[in-house]
C-alpha cells in the first residue's frame, strides 16, 4: 500500500512560482505528477524515474521542474512562468505494477488527493 500526500499548491499570477511536494510512505521507483482541468482530461505533466531519469509534457518543459528528495521519499514539482493554462488539480502518482514510467495516467495504480493550482492572468 502506497500513500501520497501532496502540498504546496496555491494561487498565483501568471509570470509567478510555485512548488509542490508528494510525501509518500516508502520508496517509489516511478512517481509523477498529473493534472486535470475542469472539463478536460487527466494529463501527465512529469515523472522521476529511481535512476533519476524525468520527462516532462512539451507545455511545461523549460519551466517546470521534477526533482526527488530519497532520503525523505519526498518528490517535488518546482513550477516557474506559471500560465493561466497551468489551472488545474495536481495529483501525485505512482506506477508499482511495471517499470514503465511514462506520461500516461492509465499506467499509475497509487494516487493522492490532490492539490489546486489557480493561475490568473
Known amino acids: 500500500q502506497v500513500q501520497l500526500v501532496e502540498s504546496g499548491g496555491g494561487s498565483v499570477q501568471a509570470g509567478g512560482s510555485l512548488r509542490l511536494s508528494c510525501d509518500a510512505n516508502?520508496?517509489?521507483?516511478?512517481i509523477g505528477w498529473f493534472r486535470q482541468a475542469p472539463g478536460k482530461e487527466r494529463e501527465g505533466v512529469a515523472v522521476?524515474?529511481?535512476?533519476?531519469?524525468?520527462k516532462y509534457v512539451d507545455s511545461v518543459k523549460g519551466r517546470f521542474t521534477i526533482s526527488k528528495d530519497n532520503a525523505k521519499n519526498t518528490v517535488y514539482l518546482q513550477m516557474n512562468n506559471l500560465k493561466p493554462e497551468d489551472s488545474a488539480m495536481y495529483y501525485c502518482?505512482?506506477?508499482?505494477?511495471?517499470?514503465?514510467?511514462?506520461?500516461?495516467?492509465?499506467?499509475?495504480?497509487?494516487w493522492g488527493q490532490g492539490t489546486q493550482v489557480t493561475v490568473s492572468s
Open positions: 502518482a505512482v506506477n508499482t505494477i511495471s517499470f514503465r514510467c511514462n506520461l500516461t495516467p492509465d499506467e499509475y495504480n497509487y
Open positions: 516508502r520508496w517509489i521507483y516511478c
Open positions: 522521476h524515474v529511481s535512476d533519476g531519469t524525468t
